[in-house]
Nanobody, 124 residues
């Protein structure tokens, strides 16, 4: 069992930046691919970014490429999503997730453990 706890969400003006973190506990963190997903009101949960177990491979959805950066610190059991140039349409609850498979993936069904989510709001 892996427990994931997100933190760092909040309210920011459009164009600003936020950093959300995901602290993991329970199992060896470096054994898991980590992903970030988001869900806006009335919409399906969507993939945002993922990072391989070593951190050497990352994947982003097109709408955040060049603005968001996913990283991880296996020594601190933490995954991080740096968000820059935030837009109103980035407003959502952001979830981190852990996958036992070896490859980065975009499908939410491929992730085995989920955090409770943290609200990110970009206002104009």
């Amino acid at each position: 069992q892996v427990r994931l706890v997100e933190s760092g969400g909040g309210l920011v003006q459009a164009g600003g930046s936020l950093r959300v973190s995901c602290a993991a506990s329970g199992r060896t963190f470096s054994n898991y691919v980590m992903g970030w997903f988001r869900q806006a009101p009335g919409k399906e949960r969507e993939f945002v970014a993922a990072i391989s177990r070593s951190g050497g491979n990352t994947l982003y959805t097109d709408s955040v490429k060049g603005r968001f950066t996913i990283s991880r610190d296996n020594a601190k059991n933490t995954a991080i999503l740096e968000m820059n140039s935030l837009k109103r349409e980035d407003t959502a609850v952001y979830y981190c997730a852990a996958r036992t498979g070896s490859a980065v993936a975009t499908g939410s069904l491929l992730y085995d453990y989920w955090g409770q989510g943290t609200q990110v709001t970009a206002s104009s």
